[in-house]
Each structure stands twice: as structure tokens, then as C-alpha cells.
């Protein structure tokens, strides 16, 4: 529940690479042809995408390693 609000306040584009990623288990390859960008882009969006979802999470007091 805290991790589904968490996700919901990042930007539509971090969620939905962490999204593809991790729900739907797709390589970054993959996940750039579908959101047509360039792997690289979507290798630093997932990094900043955990990285502000690591930070919303400890807000709530939960430590994330």
C-alpha cells in the first residue's frame, strides 16, 4: 500500500519504465523500443526512478537499502 502511493507520486514517464521493468519484466532494450527512446535514457530514468522512490519511502519510515 505505502510502495502503490509512493509510485503514484512519481512522474508518469519513472513509473511507467519501474512499470515495464519490474511488473512486466521487460530489459531496457525493450522497454526504449516501446517508449521510444534510447536505452541509455531510459537506463538513468529507471536509476532516478528508484532513486526518488527510495526517498519517498524512507519519508514513511521504512529503510530501503
Known amino acids: 500500500r505505502i510502495l502503490y502511493a509512493a509510485m503514484q507520486k512519481l512522474s508518469p514517464a ?3 519504465v519501474l512499470e515495464l ?3 512486466g519484466q521487460m530489459p531496457l532494450k525493450e522497454i526504449a523500443k516501446v517508449l521510444q527512446m534510447s536505452q541509455e535514457n531510459v537506463r538513468v530514468l529507471s536509476h ?3 532513486k526518488d522512490l527510495k526517498k519517498l519511502m524512507e ?3 521504512y529503510e530501503v537499502s
Do not use: D, L, M, S
Request: charged share 40%.
Open 59 to 61: 519519508v514513511h519510515g
Open 21 to 23: 521493468q519490474y511488473i
Open 14 to 16: 519513472k513509473r511507467e
Open 48 to 50: 532516478r526512478a528508484k
